[in-house]
């Protein structure tokens, strides 16, 4: 099979996040069985009841695999007027589809790879390791490095970068902060005490933390430092009542280097203030999301195999991926992988022909680099 008929398989198999991602998963195992490949499901119900999987697929000794090849099956819900989004649909050297560019493409890169490969000369573990979940927290991979199913000494995670390795991200972290008050009627002030003109004041703190995280610089990254942002608020019931209560969202992405509950710190810290100067003040912080950061050193020897094969300088990522979760496995990752991110998440996602062979070649090589 060539590595467009894989593709198209995989993207004619609808594998939306909110479904269960079992029938690609079956595709998939099938496929490396076929290669002579052990496979291991880890099997999950989520909260909505509907059975998630991650397959593991490996040579050899699984107690720790030389390179794991890292490709999540799911994808972003597509638009029902996109009626080809689930049939692969080649145009002026591109390739579209739902899952086309992230990241059916890797997918697709890795088994073409794998069967282009003499296995029997394989002297080192190789893995590939299927995931699901990704696009709503990367929970799936999370599950995954809990479960301990193997170590790993290099992970290249397939994500959409136009095969530029990228060897650092920013991780993500997510608060839902809700600050108290007494309603009263507004014309008697006196009487009750505003919640959102007390979240407004935790909320100019919180912009003077954002400022002050300026300082503590990561330059490979841009904008090179830890940012915030207060994206959703809510309160108050009517124009002529004193809002007893305000939320509002928080999430920071924090710079490789800063630990991610950092900013969460000097907020609680900004509550305590507020709480001395109003002893009625009252807020309660719900921090329910820490993604890592991650940073593989320069001169790994995938960073450095990966730049040499593509011909391009490392770089970082903004975006959210699973790296974290193969470096708590003890892998050094690198994120990598056909297609843009900028086409990704939107109708009429697409992967370029010629990167999509590309990345055959460049993880053909690097099997047989890392693994012979
Ligand atoms: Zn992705």
Redesign the pocket.
Known sequence: MTVQQTLAKLVAIDSVSSQSNSEIISYLEARCEKLGFAVKRFSHIDESGIEKINLVAHTGDVDVIELALVG?TDTVPYDQNWTDALTLTEKNGQLFGRGAC??KAFIAAALTALESVDLGRLKKPLALVFTSD??IGCLGAKRLADARPFAARYAIIG??TSLQPMRAGKGYSLAEITVSGREAHSAYPQLGASAIFRAARLIKRIEGIAEDLKHDRHDHFDPPYTTLNVGVITGGTAKNIIAGECRFTLEWRTIPGQSSDHVLNLVKQSAEELKKEDSDFVCEIDANRFDESFETRADSPLVEFLEDASGKSSGTVAFGTEAPSMISLGAEAVVFGPGDIRV?HRSGEFVPVDQLNECVQILRQAIEKFCT
């Open positions: 999540h992230d990241t990704e696009e994500e959409p990704a």
